[in-house]
């Protein structure tokens, strides 16, 4: 387990980055099997030290965004890392650095780019395929952690609402999209409160980038909004209840409109007016 050392580990954190623009242009041949040491010395109890873990993983998501396996080998040691830390700008900026690393993953892994072949500690050879453990980092621990980090605070720009440039997965990592909005509305749909915005913020930036899957991704936002309604109108926050039931009609009616689904979309569609019609009696009872 990873020893959490305050003193200085957040100037630490954030000043890992290379000293020049030729040695970050630079990935050493050998860093897949350096992480799986890392790895591995970290799971056996041999490596306590936080912010050297931080740095050297940090430094080779810098240094090799389009090698998919070392991105994808940093992802648990950048997650270990977050959880060392108590909520703050430290675990922030790990949880960036690992999320940063999940979408290097999903860019650069292709069907057809051999895997990456390492030594194991007991001579033999294996070799690495980190797509699915990173999926699983992805939207079971990364983005609910960053959804519990902005709920003290402390929060990720992901979550502002501001709009992305572009979708941060390409069309063949179309599951990470999908997993990340899971993650969004499994994390806002168990809250006591019925509070979504964080959530809500980031799927609407994702359906307004993601266009290979923006009718999914309405279906999702609409029924989070729905959700989050019934959730207010049970607590009698009646205003906010309507509030949020017109932003479920506005994004459930946008989904109807999108002809040709497949299922499950397409079986959707058979719910979705019953949803409608509940969330207008809503909004016309309050």
Same mark, same amino acid.
């Not at 931080?54 to 240094?63: I, R």
């Not at 797509?131 to 502002?160: E, N, R, W």
């Not at 063949?172 to 409160?193: F, G, H, M």
């Not at 993601?210 to 279906?219: A, I, M, N």
């Given at each position: 387990?990873?020893? %959490?050392?305050?003193?200085?580990?957040?100037?630490?954190?954030?000043?890992?980055?290379?000293?020049?623009?030729?040695?970050?242009?630079?990935?050493?041949?050998?860093?897949?099997? &350096?992480?799986?040491?890392?790895?591995?010395?970290? !799971?056996?109890?041999?490596?306590?030290?936080? $912010?050297?873990?931080?740095?050297?993983?940090?430094?080779?998501?810098?240094?090799?965004?389009?090698?998919?396996?070392?991105?994808?080998?940093?992802?648990?040691?950048?997650?270990?890392?977050?959880?060392?830390?108590?909520?703050?700008?430290?675990?922030? $900026?790990?949880?960036?650095?690992?999320?940063?690393?999940?979408?290097?993953?999903?860019? *650069?892994?292709?069907?057809?780019?051999?895997?990456?072949?390492?030594?194991?500690?007991?001579?033999?050879?294996?070799?690495?395929?980190?797509?699915? *453990?990173?999926?699983?980092?992805?939207?079971?621990?990364?983005?609910?952690?960053?959804?519990?980090?902005?709920?003290?605070?402390?929060?990720?720009?992901?979550?502002?609402?501001?709009?992305?440039?572009?979708?941060? %997965?390409?069309?063949?990592?179309?599951?990470?999209?999908?997993?990340?909005? !899971? *993650?969004?509305?499994?994390?806002?749909?168990?809250?006591?409160?019925?509070?979504?915005? %964080?959530?809500? &913020?980031?799927?609407?930036?994702?359906?307004?980038?993601?266009?290979?899957?923006?009718?999914?991704?309405?279906?999702?936002?609409?029924?989070?909004?729905?959700?989050?309604?019934?959730?207010?109108?049970?607590?009698?926050?009646?205003?906010? *209840? /309507?509030?949020?039931?017109?932003?479920? /009609?506005?994004?459930?009616?946008?989904?109807?409109?999108?002809?040709?689904?497949?299922?499950?979309?397409?079986?959707?569609?058979?719910? /979705?007016?019953?949803?409608?019609? &509940?969330?207008?009696?809503?909004?016309?009872?309050?």
């Amino acid at each position: 387990m990873l020893r %959490f050392t305050f003193a200085a580990a957040l100037f630490a954190l954030v000043t890992h980055a290379p000293a020049s623009a030729e040695e970050a242009a630079a990935c050493p041949a050998q860093t897949e099997q &350096n992480l799986y040491n890392l790895g591995y010395q970290v !799971k056996s109890g041999l490596e306590h030290d936080t $912010v050297k873990v931080f740095q050297y993983a940090a430094a080779a998501v810098d240094q090799c965004s389009d090698r998919t396996d070392v991105n994808g080998l940093a992802v648990p040691l950048l997650d270990a890392v977050a959880k060392a830390f108590p909520p703050g700008e430290s675990q922030l $900026v790990a949880l960036s650095k690992a999320y940063e690393a999940v979408i290097n993953n999903g860019r *650069a892994w292709r069907v057809e780019i051999p895997s990456v072949t390492i030594t194991l500690p007991d001579g033999s050879a294996s070799q690495v395929d980190t797509y699915s *453990a990173v999926t699983d980092y992805h939207y079971k621990s990364i983005i609910p952690q960053l959804l519990t980090l902005a709920d003290t605070g402390t929060v990720h720009p992901m979550f502002t609402g501001a709009p992305l440039a572009e979708c941060p %997965f390409p069309p063949s990592a179309e599951d990470r999209v999908l997993k990340e909005a !899971k *993650a969004l509305r499994d994390a806002a749909e168990n809250r006591w409160d019925g509070e979504v915005t %964080f959530a809500t &913020n980031r799927l609407r930036a994702l359906r307004d980038a993601c266009d290979f899957v923006r009718p999914r991704l309405t279906y999702e936002l609409g029924e989070l909004y729905a959700h989050a309604a019934t959730e207010q109108h049970t607590m009698t926050h009646n205003e906010k *209840a /309507v509030e949020l039931a017109g932003h479920a /009609v506005t994004e459930l009616e946008d989904f109807m409109t999108y002809a040709g689904l497949e299922p499950p979309l397409a079986d959707w569609k058979f719910n /979705v007016p019953a949803d409608i019609a &509940n969330m207008k009696k809503l909004i016309t009872d309050n």
